[in-house]
Each structure stands twice: as C-alpha cells, then as structure tokens.
C-alpha cells in the first residue's frame, strides 16, 4: 500500500479520498488554486501545494505543475478524483511516465472509449448490446439519409466525438433529417473540432442504468451491482439512487455481466462505471463507460458496505481486488441528492458567494453527508457548484425516500440559491416515489417540481413570525448579559418589560415580495396580523431546530432555522424561507411611532440621544439612532413639537415598541 499520495482534485471528492486515507495512514498532499487557499481540502490534507490561478486551465488542468507538487512532496501516486484530469489519458500517461502510479486506468483503455463510435464497434464485437445504427465513415449525407430510412424513426444523430450532452439531435421523421443532420454536424465541429455523426435508434421512455465495475491488475474484473440515474435535468444527474426500483435479478445478472464484458474489452483496471440505456421493455444497450470514480459511488458504498477508495488504493498498489464476484452482497437501499448552489427558478443558473448558512442534517447510520464547504466558506465561481451531496440508506426503498424527505427538511442553506426546495418537491413527485421516472420526463414536466406559489402559505408567515420575534428577544436579552451595567433591567432574568399594549410592524422578503405583519406581545405569547387575520399565539418556543406554539388553541410544531435576519420554517412538507427587513426603513413614520410617542421600532441599544428634554424639533428631525440587526436605524420625530421626556441614555437596552421619548401633547 502507498504511504503518501496526492489528490489532484478539489472539493467535496478531494475531502472523501482524505478521510479513506486517513483511515489507512496515507499521507495526503492537496493541490489547490488561488480561490481555494481557505477550502477544506487544503485545511483537512497533510501537505498542500498552491498550483496557480484561480481558473482551472491554470491550476486543476495543469498536469505538469501536478506531477511537479507529486515529484517535490514524494508522493507515490496521484489519485485524479472525478472531472479535471480524471478522464484525460495523456495526463495518466505522463504520470505513469513520471514513475508516479495513476489511481485509475490506463491510457489505452480511455483511449479506446474516446470515440463513440469506435467503442460502440469494439463492445459490440465483444458481445455487449448496443444501440442499433451505424457507426461507419461514409458521411455523405444521401448515404446517411438512407442509412437512416433502414433504422427508422424516431432516431438520433451523435457527434461521433461529442460528450457532455451536446451535438445530440433526435429526428422524429425523415423530414426532419437532413436539417437536423447540418445542424448536428455544425454543432460537432464547433464544440469537438471534427463533425463525424453515427445514427442510433431512439428509445423511448429510457432509463439511465449503471453498472459499477472494478478491475484489477491480476486479471480479475467484478462488477457491484448497478445505480439508476434517471432523474436527470439536461442530461445531468439530479437523483441516483440503488438498487434499480426497475431491474429483475435476472435482468441485474445479464447487465452486470455484459458490463465486465465491456471492462474486458478494453483491458480495464480500477474503479470504472459502463451506463447502459435501457428501455420500458427492459432491453438494455451499452452507452459508455466512466473511466473514474463517479460522484454517485457512495450510493454503492451504501448498499455493499465497501469503501471504493479503498479499493482504488489496493488495486492501484498492485494488490487483487478484496473480494471475488460471488462474495458481492448488497443490503437495504440507498439514494443519492446533489444540493448545489444554483436557482431553480431563473433556469437554475449557477450560485456563487459565503455560505451564510449551511445546516446539514447529522450523519447516522442512515444519513451521509459528503461535503467539501462548511458554513462561512465561500462557493465559488469557478468551480462546480456542488455544495455537498446527501446520501440516505434503509431497508427498502420507502423507508429509504422517507429518511431522504426527513433529512432534507433538515438542510438549510443561506447565501446563494439553492436548489433544496426543488428536490423536496420531486422527492415527493409521485413519479419518483412509485419508482417510474424515465431520463426525459424532468425536461418536460420541469414544472411540476419547481417552486409556484406567488404568495407564502399563511401559516409559514405566522410561523415565521413567531420565529422572528423569540429570536429578537433571545437577542435581546444575550446583548444584555454581555452589556457591562448589571443592574440593566435586561440583566435582571424575567420581568421587566415595558409597554407591549400597542403594536410593532415586522417586516418580511419572500422571495421579490415584501410582507407586513404587525405583532403584541413578548416572551412566547402574540398578537399576529396578517392580512385581514388576527391570530392568538400561547407558549412559543424554539428548542433547537423545533418551533413550536399554540394556536388558537392548536398545538404546531415547526422544523424551524431562525436568526433575526433570516428564517426559514418547515412544515414537514415544504419550507419557506423569509429575510427579514427593518420595519423603520421600510415605512419610516409609523413604525417610530405616532402622535406624540417615540417607540422602539425593534429590539436593540440606543447609540445616541440628539435630544433633550424641552427641545422644539420638528418633523422628520433626528432625534435618536437605536442599533439593531447589526445596522443603525435613524428614530426621527413623527412632528414638529417639544420634547416632553426622554426614557433612554445611548447604550441602554431597549425591547421592541418600548417608549423612549414623548413629545408634549399638540395644543
Ligand atoms: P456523469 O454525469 O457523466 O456520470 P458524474 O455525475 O460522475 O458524471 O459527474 C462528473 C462531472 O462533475 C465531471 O464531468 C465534471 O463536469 C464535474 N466536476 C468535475 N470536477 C468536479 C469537482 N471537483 N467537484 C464537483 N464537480 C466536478
Ligand atoms: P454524452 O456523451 O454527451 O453524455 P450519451 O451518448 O452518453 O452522451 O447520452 C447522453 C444521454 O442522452 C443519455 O443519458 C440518454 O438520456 C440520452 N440518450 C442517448 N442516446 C439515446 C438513444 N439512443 N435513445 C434515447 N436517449 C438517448
Ligand atoms: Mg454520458
């Protein structure tokens, strides 16, 4: 076994080959990128080696500077991770060249799938089912058209050399077909450098099915079972999860054979996935094959208690793979979500900046949490996304979704968009739950899983209020007890309070909306309205994450993340999340108060008085600044008057509504 290795990757898949290492007293050198000097990786490795700037090409991308961080530190091998260099055979090559081992396969092997049409030639000369079409060199497109008559329609054109999801076209009739294939071709040449297509049958109704296999160097090749894929969006995975709710054991044995086969085929070693498409009729057809440790593998992990690191370390060693074919067990059911900083409602545009908050739901035999950001870091934009992946194993499946819909309303995250309220809602889509979602149906039914409501249901705004206020007054009174008078009547535990009789405004964002809500009350017992309704509120209290009152003499109990700047509730079903906004910037006159009084717009500590009594001041004067929330609010007069009384000295404490200055009554 190795004693030190380098990961040249970043994020949350750098983090997890740290902990395998860990657990084996490998030593780890990370790489990392101007944006990452802070990232977890850099924290959580042993050694780590600044690689250049902060856009990939220059950092992440360069081989050479990598096996230069391998040569310097003495690490013994390079484990790639999943994207940047992971698929790049002349990287592989120069590593090995290097005499540095590559945690992976070899260059020929990934050399051999990158041609799509190639590899479709060489695993159906091997005996593995593909996607009937043609593969071949004659592209003139009048032999192309004919080719495509004998296929029939529906089907699709491929860049021969494509990825990604791009230069793929699916033709309907033969009508379609020689615009589609320019088009195609245009597309390929652009993005690929060459325009070569191949035609292939469209399947309807596909489903994404993959097969993990493992290979090593003594000849063995096993395969662990497989992961369905197929909730995707534009092709990218969204839920992964195993074992199949689709596959027969039977039809598991015939694809998880045909996919060692297709290992075989191009002398595969170490970690690698075969995607199979497979159809409603369960016919099954090869598509590619991964040459990496994918983002979904802890979904396997899950089900066959094995650690696929660990195996890409022995077999990278030279060591046979731990166990043989029949020794594979699988137990229970495990499902796989990515939560990513991006906006499912502006076309899930990619997030960036500080995690202000980040709540994961804590690890258990049940939940994994794959993460490589903790609160406070920043997501940044150049980069994936990804903020962590969560990973649920049970029994069976139901119980399975059950944990997955438990520990999502456990996740809570502040800063950029995320797309959590998204996957609560298709983890719920009776499609997902009955196990039938096919690779196109996100694409065309995106709107049966995107947020709607133009208005938050009532009762997350009540619940929001009451959050609100409980974390005002636990504010309230911390800032007190740090606060250097201790006769302070806010150091004094319980009691005293002053004036709750007349209303305070709160002020809520959901979404683009700005909402009113006005309050009574403190200490857990409220006078809420919204709206046209007012709403009793007894015995409010948060412990933890649990909100939970009596309304109107109901019990409610809410999953709730509350600070006095941003709140999000949970019912159990769904979530809304709300920011607050000062009540006295929002409407200035009213909330500081009326007629003769000057109230307290929210709970917090006077920084100045401008005003004594006896002054003529009029309308709109500043007479206080009050700190709250972290900003200054500016307490002006609601008229021209004198001052009658002043309650307040700068750096007291003062609770929402509570009467700092009156002004003489007007005559
Ligand atoms: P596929 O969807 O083809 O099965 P995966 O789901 O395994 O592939 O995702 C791998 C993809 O993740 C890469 O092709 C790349 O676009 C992206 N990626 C690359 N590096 C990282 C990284 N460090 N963190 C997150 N995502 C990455
Ligand atoms: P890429 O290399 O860009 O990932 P693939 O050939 O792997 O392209 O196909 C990507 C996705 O397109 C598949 O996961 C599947 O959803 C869909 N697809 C590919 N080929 C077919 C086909 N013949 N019929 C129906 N859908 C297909
Ligand atoms: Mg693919």
Redesign the pocket.
């Known amino acids: 076994m190795f004693t030190k290795i380098l990961i040249a990757n970043r994020g949350e898949i750098a983090c997890r080959i740290i902990r395998t290492c860990r657990q084996f007293g490998i030593r780890t050198v990370a790489v990392y990128s101007d944006a990452d000097a802070k990232a977890q990786h850099v924290k959580q490795a042993d050694e780590a080696i600044h690689v250049g700037g902060s856009i990939p090409s220059e950092s992440y991308l360069c081989g050479d500077k990598i096996i230069e961080a391998a040569k310097k530190t003495g690490a013994q091998a390079i484990h790639p991770g999943y994207g940047f260099l992971s698929e790049n055979a002349d990287f592989a090559e120069a590593v090995e060249a290097a005499g540095i081992r590559f945690i992976g396969p070899k260059a020929n092997s990934m050399r051999k799938m990158g041609s799509?049409a190639g590899a479709k030639d060489l695993m159906s000369t091997h005996g593995v089912p593909v996607?009937p079409?043609y593969t071949g060199e004659n592209q003139e497109p009048a032999y192309l058209f004919q080719e495509a008559d004998r296929i029939q329609y529906?089907?699709?054109i491929?860049?021969a050399h494509?990825?990604?999801?791009?230069?793929?076209r699916?033709v309907r009739s033969s009508g379609e077909f020689l615009a589609n294939l320019e088009s195609c071709q245009r597309e390929a040449k652009n993005a690929f450098g060459r325009d070569r297509v191949l035609l292939?049958?469209?399947?309807?109704q596909?489903r994404?099915i993959e097969i993990q296999v493992f290979a090593d160097s003594h000849g063995n090749t096993i395969h662990l079972n497989e992961r369905e894929?197929?909730a995707?969006r534009r092709?990218q995975k969204v839920i992964e999860e195993s074992p199949s709710p689709f596959l027969t054991g039977e039809r598991r044995k015939q694809m998880g054979d045909a996919a060692v086969q297709a290992a075989k085929a191009i002398d595969y070693v170490n970690a690698g996935t075969v995607?199979f498409?497979v159809?409603a009729d369960g016919d099954f057809?090869f598509?590619?094959i991964n040459t990496r440790l994918q983002v979904e593998h802890p979904v396997t992990e899950m089900v066959t208690g094995l650690d696929l690191v660990e195996w890409q370390l022995r077999v990278a060693s030279g060591e046979k793979l731990p166990l043989v074919q029949s020794e594979i067990q699988t137990k229970g059911h495990a499902i796989e979500v990515r939560l990513y900083a991006e906006d499912p409602e502006k076309n899930f545009l990619p997030g960036s900046g500080r995690l202000e908050k980040l709540h994961l739901p804590a690890p258990s035999k049940n939940v994994r949490i794959d993460a490589g950001v903790v609160e406070g870091d920043t997501v940044s934009i150049f980069y994936d996304p990804m903020i962590a992946k969560l990973i649920v194993w049970d029994e069976d499946r139901p119980r399975a979704l059950a944990q997955l819909q438990n520990a999502l309303s456990y996740a809570d995250i502040k800063g950029p968009k995320s797309n959590i309220e998204f996957l609560e809602k298709l983890v719920r889509h009776p499609v997902v739950v009955s196990g039938n979602i096919t690779?196109?149906y996100l694409d065309q039914h995106l709107s049966e899983v995107l947020p709607q409501a133009d208005a938050p249901a009532a009762h997350f705004v009540i619940a929001a209020t009451v959050a609100a206020l409980l974390a005002d007054e636990k504010q309230t009174r911390q800032a007190a007890m740090r606060s250097s008078d201790p006769h302070s009547p806010w150091a004094i535990a319980d009691g005293w309070r002053i004036g709750h009789e007349s209303q305070r405004k709160l002020c809520f964002r959901w979404r683009d909306q700005n909402l009113d809500v006005y309050a009574k009350g403190s200490h857990g017992n409220y006078e809420i309205t919204h709206g046209e309704s007012t709403i009793n509120i007894g015995n409010a209290g948060i412990h933890d994450v649990t909100l939970s009152f009596q309304r109107d003499a109901m019990a409610q109990r809410f999953l709730a993340h509350a600070d006095t700047r941003m709140i999000t509730v949970h019912d159990g079903q769904s979530r809304a999340g709300f920011e607050r906004i000062p009540a006295f910037f929002f409407d200035d006159s009213k909330a500081s108060g009326s007629g003769d009084r000057i109230n307290a717009p929210m709970p917090g500590r006077m920084v100045v008085v401008k005003s004594k009594i006896g002054d003529e001041v009029t309308e709109g004067q500043e007479l206080a600044v009050m700190e709250a929330m972290k900003m200054e609010l500016s307490l002006k007069s609601p008229r021209t008057g004198k001052i009658a009384s002043i309650n307040v000295n700068a750096g007291d404490f003062v609770e929402a509504d509570a009467l700092l200055i009156k002004l003489e009554a007007a005559q």
């Open positions: 799509k996607v079409g529906p089907l699709m491929k860049a494509g990825g990604g999801g791009k230069g793929m699916i292939e049958k469209y399947i309807e596909p994404h894929c197929s995707q092709y995607e498409i159809g057809y598509m590619e690779t196109n």
